[in-house]
């Protein structure tokens, strides 16, 4: 029997069924244009707010975020993009940095941190991953890069990334709605 309790975590925002809709049109569109890889299942499109990592400490990241209330607030898509990784390209969606959604990162991480929870150092980008180890095959993902549109975002997830299968699967811990209590 395996006891480890480990559990690889993060926090994101996940999509209502308009906007994983639109996400997964945009990918078909960009593998109809010839861009190869992993592209994201649509159960699993969702963007990132803090990545934790590996951890035991489940009780505490679900404490924290049930103490973050912010309000409700829209982000817009703006362009395609990639990111280089020691296995392939990360083809992505970018999402407008806005004060609210910049707060939201920055009380969740502030939190995680007074608990104990070392978090990555790097600057956030706010981005949806479309693909992993993405191959463009001379594709300018910029004349792809579809109209922006806006979504409402009324609260986000934690969710355990299970990476034994060699592809990760995600599967949501909990939800929180941001709506402050008035």
Not at 11 to 29: S, V
Not at 115 to 143: C, M, N
Not at 157 to 177: F, H, M, N, R, T
């Amino acid at each position: 029997m395996n006891y480890d309790l480990t559990k690889r975590l993060f926090i994101a925002l996940t999509f209502d069924d308009e906007m994983a809709a639109f996400l997964t049109e945009l990918q078909r569109r960009l593998w109809q244009a010839g861009i190869d890889g992993r592209y994201t299942h649509k159960e699993h499109l969702h963007q990132t707010l803090v990545f934790i990592g590996e951890t035991t400490w489940l009780g505490a990241a679900q404490r924290v975020i049930e103490s973050v209330k912010q309000p409700a607030f829209t982000l817009e898509t703006t362009k395609l993009g990639l990111f280089s990784q020691f296995h392939g390209e990360i083809l992505w969606l970018g999402t407008t940095p806005v004060p609210p959604l910049l707060a939201l990162v920055g009380e969740l991480s502030e939190k995680l941190q007074a608990v104990g929870f070392q978090l990555e150092k790097r600057k956030y980008h706010p981005h949806i991953t479309l693909a992993r180890r993405a191959r463009l095959h001379d594709v300018d993902i910029e004349s792809l890069t579809p109209p922006p549109i806006q979504f409402e975002v009324k609260g986000f997830s934690l969710i355990e990334s299970d990476l034994s299968s060699g592809e990760p699967v995600y599967k949501e811990l909990a939800w929180e709605s941001t709506i402050a209590a008035e």
